[in-house]
């Protein structure tokens, strides 16, 4: 979703920051006289240190080669992917957080974009604490704050996650004394590994899906004033044109869908790997799951 991103995904991404030069329908004029792959040619856009994205954009680099295609994965901020998915320069995009987070950019570039096909529907921004804290509410939690050292711990400024919590979940329970600490990402889930390993308090700001919840055993405190928003849909979208030109991936992405527990497994799979890893670490994986990658081509 969102605002989110872990640490080795996020850094080693930033480098590979590269608009690709023409579109994919483009590049396949030159496939047969190249010798490339009958399949074709397909950028796939990924959000920097988006984890589920990351995660289901490697797992389609899988597939999609072994049915003969050519995959290309390019790393950028969420501005930038969908103003060059708009363009023509990225094919896809898995990672579109809808009704609310991507709103806007929907609103802007949705007339040049094929919508494919929603994979999560239970995505949702949280903010959650160790399972044994002294509260299960956003609403009891200014009561309590001195029992999580009046720390909220979140993540990078400019997120969206960021934005709601701040302008919506401390004033609206009364939470403004607590320190409300922003940096990135990283920083906040090495906070979260520290107290998870020491035993102590913890409130980070978070969302689901996330290999956090798989990694650690977290509570999501309740909101009941609905700050945080309902669950989202997670959609992919392709540039305009891409059923006409590549049906098949169209159809096979349309009809997409993955639980939390395939999800996790293959996040937690990559996590803290290095770059040059992924392709090895995903062929694993989805030997491991065969019947069930299969499925994603049937």
């Known amino acids: 979703m969102k605002l989110r991103a872990f640490a080795p995904f996020a850094m080693a991404a930033a480098g590979g920051l590269v608009l690709a030069g023409c579109s994919s329908s483009e590049a396949d004029s030159d496939t ?17 240190g988006w984890d589920e994205s990351l995660a289901t954009s490697l797992l389609w680099e899988n597939v999609l080669e072994a049915q003969g295609y050519n995959v290309e994965l390019e790393y950028a901020d969420p501005a930038v992917v969908f103003q060059g998915v708009a363009d023509g320069d990225y094919d896809v995009v898995t990672d579109v957080w809808l009704p609310l987070t991507h709103a806007s950019y929907i609103e802007e570039f949705g007339d040049d974009m094929e919508e494919l096909g929603a994979w999560f529907d239970s ?28 720390r909220i711990v979140g993540i990078e400024p400019g997120a969206g996650l960021t934005a709601t919590v701040q302008d919506a979940v401390i004033p609206t329970y009364g939470l403004e004394d607590m320190e409300f600490l922003t940096s990135s990402t990283p920083a906040m889930l090495s906070e979260l590994d520290t107290a998870t390993s020491n035993g102590e308090n913890i409130i980070v700001t978070l969302w689901e899906p996330h290999w ?3 990694a650690y055993d977290l509570k999501n405190l309740e909101d009941p004033e609905g700050t945080l928003g309902e669950a989202e849909n997670i959609v ?44 090895d670490i995903v062929s694993e994986w989805v030997a491991a799951n065969q019947e069930w990658v299969d499925s994603l081509t049937a």
């Open 212 to 214: 956090a919840y798989g």
């Open 123 to 150: 995505a949702a921004l949280t903010v959650a604490v160790n399972p044994d804290a002294p509260v299960d509410s956003l609403a009891d939690l200014a009561e309590h704050a001195d029992e999580f050292g009046n």
């Open 32 to 48: 047969a006289a190249s010798g490339e792959a009958a399949g074709g040619d397909l950028t796939f856009a990924v959000f920097n």
């Open 236 to 279: 992919t979208y392709g540039r305009s044109g891409l059923g006409e030109d590549f049906p098949e991936v169209a159809e096979w992405m349309g009809a997409f869908t993955m639980d939390a527990d395939h999800l996790y497994d293959l996040e937690n799979a990559l996590n803290g790997a290095d770059t040059a890893d992924y392709a």
